[in-house]
């Protein structure tokens, strides 16, 4: 025989043909005694093959159970559900997996934005702390604070650093800048007063802008007789000179420094101080004048730190 | 219950719905029962196929409830002109290669080969020789082992077909289906396999071996 009449005669003994092939075999079964002795050496191996037919029954419930998983997907257990069609995760997992990392990102998150802000703070009190180094020296040198003029090109509170800078007080400009930032430290020159008189009004008003940073300077005040003058050391220090520089609105809109938290403060005696609110304990709005203008302070007591983008000219006047 | 014989022609009368009529009822009229009612009717003939394939009573139940619910994941998946036999054995075919590969078991019946739990349970199922006299129940258990043997040392791909067509009862074209494979591998493999068969089981020509005979035992 044909290996493929083998194959139609083993197919016809296991039922694996097709009808219309069936029956094509049983005719040839029932005419050819050549496919008629074949048959019976098939059915030999096929008869032992019986004695190995499993008998094996499905566990009692089987198909019940495997309904009710069906039911509730869920429910599966970890074998099936490993399967690749179903979670590994049922949703009780999910969300008690949830709520831990909710628990532990309300825990984490926190807790490193306040050591970001702390180091923030402390970064800028240093610089505030050199600055104020450099203003006793320059006060030392010339018995009164950098004198932020009343009029003129000059008359903007970040001409505080253009005398320092003139005086040899200050050389690196990355102390004006509160948060470090190595693009805007490029971008910031220290100019002297002479040659910011060479600029025009407008890039020389520009300059003294940047060169104010991130902070505020104190203005000067006027006299009993209407003098502006500025300011001196006192006898007990405690004079504000600089600050984180406020929102320029002052509308009660949290500083560009440290947000909603406060300002650092820096008094005439180099000490710096944290503070919550734009009054301190030993004087009054550090930001705005008696007359709660930015402008002069009123007396020898109410000093008055603008921010480096303030206009003070019309308030002088 | 099983309305087909282990291989696959249908003993019952045809009243009853086909699997495909019964898949289709599920898949796009949502017919909870008829799933069920297919779910009943694999429930001995497949779990047997599956115990054979892995060997482990445990593992057969495990293959059997995922080979289900992928049936249920992929229902609307179903082209009505395709039948559901050979889609359901190629299912349980692959979750049980799956299930084998996540287990690392290699102590698989018809894939791996070598002698199983489930084999050894598989003989105890059988009819039980004590009606027979204690020769002729020797003798049975003898041809037995004699077969599980020349089974086991099939090529898997041959087995595998063994398996499916004389075991399961599937035709040539649903077997063709279940492994991908075209019709005329599917017959040619599954006639080597049962040339192979043929030699291993054929009883060995009455040569006596006069060594043997006269072998004493050792005192």
């Not at chain 1, 800048?177 to 020389?204: E, F, G, H, N, V």
């Not at chain 2, 996540?102 to 199983?116: I, Q, W, Y």
Request: proline share 7%; with cysteine; charged share 20%.
């Amino acid at each position: 025989m044909k290996p493929e009449e083998e194959q139609l005669l083993l197919g016809y003994l296991l039922g694996a043909l097709e009808p219309e092939e069936e029956e094509q075999v049983a005719q040839k079964l029932q005419s050819d005694p050549h496919w008629q002795h074949q048959a019976a050496r098939w059915q030999t191996v096929l008869n032992q093959l019986a004695l190995v037919r499993s008998q094996v029954s499905p566990p009692r419930g089987l198909a019940l159970r495997t309904w009710q998983l069906l039911q509730v997907p869920s429910s599966a257990p970890a074998s099936v559900a490993s399967g690749g069609f179903a979670s590994r995760w049922s949703t009780l997992d999910l969300i008690t997996a949830t709520v831990v990392l909710a628990v532990l990102v309300l825990m984490v998150v926190p807790a490193l934005s306040w050591q970001r802000f702390r180091s923030q703070v402390v970064h800028c009190s240093d610089n505030l702390r050199y600055l104020g180094q450099a203003l006793q020296h320059y006060h030392a040198v010339h018995q009164h604070f950098p004198e932020v003029p009343a009029s003129g090109p000059l008359a903007h509170p970040g001409v505080f650093a253009s005398l320092l800078f003139e005086n040899r007080l200050l050389d690196d400009p990355r102390r004006l800048l509160c948060q470090m930032s190595a693009q805007r430290a490029r971008k910031l020159c220290l100019l002297t007063p002479q040659q910011l008189r060479q600029l025009s009004q407008q890039q020389c008003a520009q300059v003294l802008v940047q060169m104010a940073g991130d902070y505020g300077y104190c203005l000067g005040y006027l006299t009993a007789q209407g003098q502006y003058v500025p300011f001196r050391c006192q006898r007990d220090g405690l004079l504000p000179l600089m600050a984180d520089a406020p929102d320029r609105a002052l509308t009660g809109r949290p500083g560009r420094n440290h947000g909603p938290w406060g300002y650092n403060l820096l008094f005439a005696n180099g000490q710096v101080r944290f503070v919550s609110t734009p009054y301190c304990q030993e004087c009054d709005h550090i930001f705005l004048n008696h007359r709660g203008q930015v402008g002069p302070g009123c007396d020898r007591r109410d000093a008055v730190i603008a921010p480096g983008n303030a206009d003070i000219r019309l308030a002088a006047e | 219950m099983n309305s087909r014989s282990p291989s696959g022609r249908n003993l019952e009368d045809s009243a009853l719905p086909s699997d495909e009529e019964l898949l289709r009822r599920y898949s796009q009229a949502g017919e909870a029962e008829a799933f069920e009612q297919l779910i009943r009717r694999y429930e001995t003939e497949l779990y047997r196929y599956l115990h054979r394939l892995l060997g482990d009573p445990t593992a057969a139940e495990d293959v059997f409830q995922s080979t289900f619910l992928q049936l249920h994941a992929k229902c609307h998946q179903y082209d009505p002109g395709r039948r559901v036999r050979p889609w359901l054995y190629r299912i349980a075919t692959n979750q049980a290669i799956d299930y084998q590969r996540r287990h690392r078991r290699h102590r698989t019946v018809s894939l791996e080969g070598g002698a199983t739990d489930g084999q050894a349970q598989t003989l105890e199922m059988l009819p039980a020789p004590g009606q027979l006299s204690p020769d002729k129940a020797a003798a049975l258990q003898e041809q037995r082992e004699a077969v599980l043997r020349a089974l086991e040392e099939l090529p898997p791909s041959l087995r595998q077909l063994v398996e499916l067509i004389y075991f399961q009862g599937l035709k040539y074209r649903e077997a063709a289906q279940v492994l991908d494979l075209p019709l005329g591998t599917v017959k040619s493999r599954l006639h080597a396999a049962m040339k192979r068969l043929d030699q291993a089981l054929r009883p060995p020509a009455s040569s006596p071996n006069p060594k043997v005979s006269k072998q004493t035992p050792n005192p």
